[in-house]
C-alpha cells in the first residue's frame, strides 16, 4: 500500500490544481488553450519519438515464441495463428493480441476439485477486467470525436447511439462508462488484493490507475450530475481543432479538472509503461513469422567473429588423426 | 500414542484450524511475495509446493487425530522435506515447522488447555511431535546424501563412455561389464 | 527469573523472512545455488574479459575498476543492436501474468524468480541511468543505482534463469525475459563473470569440436564401442562414417549423446537407423557438436561455435544437414543458424533420399530436424516396426522448451513415439506443449554444484510426471533433448525414482526390425525386454 499513497496523493494534486488554476484565479485561457495544446504536442513529439527510436534499433534475429504446431510436413497440422509463417498469419496473431488479448488469455490454471479430476477454473480475471477496460477506453475515446467534428461523422453518432442504448435514465448512462469505471477499479483491486502482484508494483503503476479514474470520475460527473453546457465545451473543442482557439464564457470548473486530467495523462504517456499501446505491435516474439529455416534473416550488424576454421583443427590433431586412421586434407 | 481420547476429538473439532494454522506457518517461512501463490493449494500443477503443503499437513494432522503410528507420517513428511531440503533454508528453518505444531495446538486448544486429561494428552503429542522432529530430521538428512549421491552419478553418466573408454585401455575389454553398473 | 518462554515463542523466533521489498531484500549466495565462475585460463583462451581467479562467496569479485563505465557503455550498445532490449524494456506493465509461470519462482517461492522482477532487476538501472523519467522520479518510478550489489544480484538470478520462455507465452506483450537475460548474461561477460560451466564447453568445443573436449581419435574409440553393443544386443554389425567427402547428408547431434549416458542409446538408436535405411551419411570431428553453449553467453560466441557446421558441410560437399535430438541446438539451428553462419547456397534443399520428401520448410537453412526426416519415413512406411518391443514401456513425453517455444516442433516427437510404442499417456495439459515445464537445467545450469536449484526448478516438470505415474503407471519420461537425458534422469531419481527417461530415437531404435537381425531379447541397455526373454529357446 505504502507505494500507492504517493500517486494516490499526487492525483489529488492535480485535481486541486485546476479547481484553483480555474475556479478561483481564472486562468481559463491557461487550462482551456495553453495547457491542452502542450500536452499534445508533447504527446504526439514523445510518442513519436520513442517509436522512432525504437525503430532506430535493429532487429537482428527472429525470435518469435512459438506457441502452438510449426509447419513442417503436410499431415501435421500447422497452427497458422499460434506460429505463423506468412505475413498474412502474422497480422492474425497480433490481431488476436491486440483485440484479444490472445496471451493474457492463456492464464488458465488447473484445480483439483474434490477429487483426482481436473477443472480448468474461471482465473481469468486479470485478461476479462484488462480487455473490459481497454474496449470502453478505446470506444470512450472514440466517441469524444463528436466534440472535435462539425458535422459528426456517422460512425461515431452510430457508436454513440449504441453505447447509450440503455435507457435507465436522463441523460442515457454509457454502457462504457460502467464498464471503463468497473475494469479499471477491479484492476486497481487487483493490484492491492493479489499480495502477488502488489509485491510487485511500483507506483508508477498506481499513478496511471488513479488518473485514469480520475478522468472517469470528472467525466461522469459532468455528465450525470454536475451539468456543464455541452455547446460552449465544442465550441472550444471546434476551435482548438481548428487553431484558432476561443475560450466561451461559462464552462463549469469541472470541465477543466477533466481536461487537465487528460492532459497530464497525455503528457505522462509516451515517457511511461503506457507506451505499450505502441511496443505491443513492435514485439519481436509476436509480430515475425517463424519462418526463420524458410526466408534467411538478416542481422545488419552480423559480427565479425574469430572462429576457429577446419585447417587450422586439422593442423593441431594432425598426427593424432592420421594415427587413428582418421582421412585429412593435407598429409604433412 | 497413548490413552487420551479426549484430545483427540478435541483435534478432531478442530481439525480444519490446526490445519490452516500449521500449513500457514510452512507459508509464512517462505519470502513475503510468495504467499498468496503459496496458499492457493488448489493448483496441483501451477503450484506443486503449495499443493504439496495443504496435502501432506492435513494429512498429517488426520494421522494426529486418528493417533496413528509415527511409520504412517513419513510419507507425508518426506513429501515435504523432499522439497524443503532443495530450498534456500537452513536445516534449522526446514524443520522448524515440525516443532511447531506444538504451538499450533496450544493456541487451537486455548480454551480447554486447564483440563487436566487434555494437558496430559498434549505432554503426550509433545513427546510425539518430537519424535517426528527426529523423523524429519533423518528425512531432511537422506535427502541431502542423495543429492550428494546425485552429483556423483551424475558426473559418472556425464562421463560415461570416457570412463568406459579409459577402463578399456587399462584392463582390455573385459573390463567393461563393470561399468554397466554406471546405468 | 525471567518467565520460561511458551513452546510457541521458542520457535517462533527467527524463521520468518523479512517481509520487505524486492529492492531492499539481501542476497542469499550460498553453496548449492550458484554455478561456480569460468576458470581464468579458460577465458584467456576465448579472448574474454577479466580473466582471473574468484569467487561468488567472495566479498570482492575482483571486478575491473572501470567496471561501471563497462556497465553502462554495454547497456547502451545493445540498446542500440537489439530492438528487444528497448522495448522490453519500455513496456512492461507489471500486470503479473507471468509473474508465477516461472518453473524456479514456482519450486522456490523467491519472488525475485518472478519473470517480471528477474526483468525489473536490469530495468530499475536502465530507468535509472537511461530514461529521464527514472532520473527525475528516482525509487518512485522504479529506479535505481548501478551498485556492485546489483551486479551480484544480477550474476545470482540471470544465473538462475533457464531461458525456457515459458513466461514469455503468457506475456500480454511477448515480453521474453529469457531475451534480457541472455542480455544480462552479455554484460556480465563484459566484467568477466562467467560460470565454468558454460565456458568450458564453449571453449571445449571451440578449440576441439565438442563439450568434453574428447579428442578425434577417442572420439573414434568410442563410436568403435557403439558398433560393438549395437552387433551384441542385434547381431548387426554397422559402419559410421565420419568426415566422408561427397556423402548426401552431414549429421550432427550434441555431443552429449557420444559419451552420457543415457544419450548414448539415443546415439545408437540413429546410427543403427541410418544404417538401415541405407542413408549415405557423413558425421565430423571438427563439427562433432550440435550443442551450443554459446548461447548462453554470448551471440558472438554462439556463432563462432555455429559457424562449424556450414564450414565443414561445405568442406565435406554434402547435400543438406540433418541434426540430432537436442534442445537449445535447435532454437540456434531454427532461430540464429542462417542469420548469423549463412546463407548455406552450397546446399540444396533438403530431400530425404528414402521417400523423395522435399523438407519446403527447410528451404533457407537446410538443416532438418530428426524427428520430422523420421516421421517421414513411418509415415511412407519405409520402417518395419514392431511397437511390442516396447510394451513395457508406459511413455509420456517432456517437451523440452526451445523445440516448442522456438520452433514449434510438437507434433514429429509425438507421432514417432506412437508408432513405435503402443502405451503412451500425456501430461496434464498445462504442463506440455507451449506451456511445457524446464527440466529446470536448461541453458547451461545443468552443472553438479547446482543440484538444489535444479531440483527445485524441475519441481514443477517432476510434479506433473508423478502425476501420469500415479495415475497410468507411467515408468517412462521421452524426450528429444541432451540436457534432459542427463539431468531428467536425475530429477526423476530425486523426485519419481520409478520414472526412466529415453531418447525418442532410442525407443525407434528398440522397434526398429533390422534386416538380418537376431532375435532381440534385450534392449539398447542391454536390459532383457519382458516377454522376450525366452524368444532365444524358439
Ligand atoms: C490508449 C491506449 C491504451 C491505454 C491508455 C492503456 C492503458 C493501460 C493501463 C493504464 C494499464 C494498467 C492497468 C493496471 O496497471 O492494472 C494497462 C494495462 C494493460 N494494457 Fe493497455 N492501454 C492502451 C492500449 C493497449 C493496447 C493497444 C493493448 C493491446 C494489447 C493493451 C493491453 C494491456 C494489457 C494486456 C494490460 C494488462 C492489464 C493490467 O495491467 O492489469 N493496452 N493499459
Ligand atoms: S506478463 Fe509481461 S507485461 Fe505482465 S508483468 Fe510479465 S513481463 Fe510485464
Ligand atoms: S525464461 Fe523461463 S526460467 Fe527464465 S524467467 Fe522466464 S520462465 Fe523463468
Known sequence: MDRAALPFVAVIALVITPLIGVGAISLHYLFGVIVPYVAALIFFAGFIMKVVNWGTSPVPFRIPTTCGQQKSLPWFKHSKLENPVTGIQVIGRMFLEVVFFRSLFRNLKPEIRGGPRIVYGPTKWLWFFALMFHWCFFIIFFRHLRLFTEPVPGVVTFVDRIDSMFQICIPPIYLTDLGLLLGITCLFLRRVIVPQVRYLSLPSDYFPLFLIIGIAVTGMLMRYVIRVDIIKVKELALSLAAFSPKVPQGIGVIFYTHLFLVCVLAMYFPFSKLMHLGGVFMSPTRNLANNNRIVRHINPWNPKVKLHPYEEWEDEFRDKLLDAGIPVEKKG | MGESQGLSALLQKKRADIITRWAGILVDSYPSGAHEFLSNKKNRFANPVGYTIAKEIAAMVDGLINRQDIDSFSSSLDKIMRIRTVQDFKPSEALAFVYQLKGVIRECLDESLSDAEVRAGLEELDAFTDALGLLAFDIYVGCKEQLYQLRVDEVKRNTYMLVKRAKMLVEGPEGDQGSRNLV | ?538
Open chain 3, 1 to 538: 527469573m525471567a518467565k520460561t518462554p511458551s513452546p510457541q515463542e521458542l520457535w517462533n523466533i527467527d524463521h520468518k523472512p523479512p517481509k520487505k521489498w524486492w529492492m531492499d531484500l539481501p542476497l542469499n549466495i550460498r553453496p548449492g545455488n550458484f554455478s561456480y565462475p569460468a576458470k581464468p585460463q579458460i577465458l584467456k583462451e576465448l579472448d574474454m574479459p577479466n580473466p582471473r581467479p574468484w569467487s561468488p562467496l567472495d566479498e570482492d569479485w575482483k571486478l575491473p575498476p572501470n567496471w561501471k563505465e563497462i556497465v553502462l557503455e554495454g547497456i547502451r550498445e545493445r540498446l542500440d543492436k537489439f530492438r528487444t532490449f528497448k522495448v522490453f524494456m519500455d513496456i512492461c506493465v507489471r500486470c503479473g501474468a507471468c509473474a508465477d509461470k516461472c518453473h524456479f519462482f514456482i519450486g522456490s517461492g523467491d519472488p525475485r524468480n518472478m519473470p517480471v522482477l528477474r526483468a525489473e532487476l536490469l530495468r530499475s538501472i536502465y530507468r535509472g541511468e537511461f530514461t529521464k523519467a527514472g532520473k527525475l522520479l528516482g525509487r518512485f518510478g522504479g529506479a535505481r543505482e548501478l551498485t556492485v550489489d546489483v551486479i551480484k544480484e544480477w550474476f545470482h538470478y540471470f544465473y538462475q534463469c533457464t531461458e525456457c520462455r515459458r513466461c514469455s507465452v503468457f506475456c500480454p506483450y511477448g515480453i521474453d525475459t529469457a531475451e534480457i537475460t541472455m542480455l544480462g548474461r552479455e554484460i556480465l561477460n563484459l566484467l568477466g563473470l562467467n560460470i565454468n560451466w558454460i565456458m568450458e564447453p564453449v571453449r571445449n568445443c571451440f578449440k576441439i569440436g565438442n563439450h568434453l573436449g574428447i579428442q578425434p581419435h577417442s572420439l573414434k574409440d568410442m563410436v568403435d564401442f557403439f558398433i560393438d553393443d549395437i552387433e551384441e544386443v542385434t547381431g548387426v554389425r554397422i559402419e559410421v562414417p565420419f568426415m566422408k567427402k561427397g556423402a548426401e547428408v552431414l549429421f550432427v547431434t550434441p555431443s552429449g549423446d557420444y559419451f552420457a549416458d543415457p544419450g548414448t542409446y539415443t546415439f545408437m538408436g540413429y546410427l543403427m537407423l541410418f544404417h538401415e535405411i541405407g542413408l549415405d551419411y557423413t558425421m565430423s570431428y571438427y563439427a562433432a557438436e550440435g550443442g551450443n553453449f554459446g548461447l548462453f553467453s554470448s551471440n558472438e560466441n554462439m556463432k563462432r561455435l555455429n559457424a562449424k557446421i556450414y564450414a565443414e558441410a561445405k568442406r565435406l560437399g554434402v547435400k543438406w544437414i540433418l541434426g540430432g535430438e537436442c534442445g537449445h541446438m535447435w532454437r540456434v539451428i531454427n532461430q540464429f543458424m542462417d542469420t548469423m553462419n549463412g546463407p548455406a547456397d552450397f546446399l540444396e534443399v533438403p530431400k530425404s533420399p528414402i521417400t523423395g520428401t522435399v523438407f519446403e520448410n527447410a528451404r533457407s537453412t537446410k538443416m532438418v530436424h530428426i524427428t520430422e526426416f523420421t516421421s517421414d519415413l513411418i509415415k511412407h512406411g519405409k520402417l518395419n516396426l514392431d511397437p511390442s518391443r516396447n510394451d513395457h514401456l508406459k511413455v509420456t513425453f517432456h517437451d523440452s522448451c526451445n523445440p516448442v517455444r522456438a520452433m514449434g516442433l510438437l507434433e514429429e516427437p509425438r507421432y514417432v513415439i506412437k508408432n513405435v510404442c503402443n502405451n503412451f499417456y500425456e501430461m496434464p495439459e498445462d504442463t506440455i506443449r507451449e506451456k511445457t515445464f524446464c527440466c529446470g537445467s536448461g541453458s547451461g545450469l545443468n552443472n553438479d554444484e547446482f543440484m538444489e536449484m535444479r531440483m527445485r526448478g524441475g519441481l514443477p516438470r517432476a510434479n506433473a510426471v508423478q502425476y501420469v505415474h500415479d495415475k497410468h503407471d507411467v515408468n517412462t519420461l521421452a524426450c528429444i533433448c541432451a540436457i534432459d537425458r542427463a539431468a531428467l534422469t536425475t530429477l526423476m531419481n530425486y523426485w519419481v525414482p520409478d520414472v526412466t527417461v529415453y531418447g525418442v530415437h532410442e525407443l525407434v531404435a528398440n522397434a526398429l526390425v533390422m534386416k538380418g537381425e537376431k532375435k532381440r531379447t534385450t534392449d539398447l541397455r542391454q536390459m532383457p525386454i519382458p516377454g522376450m526373454e525366452d524368444a532365444e529357446d524358439v
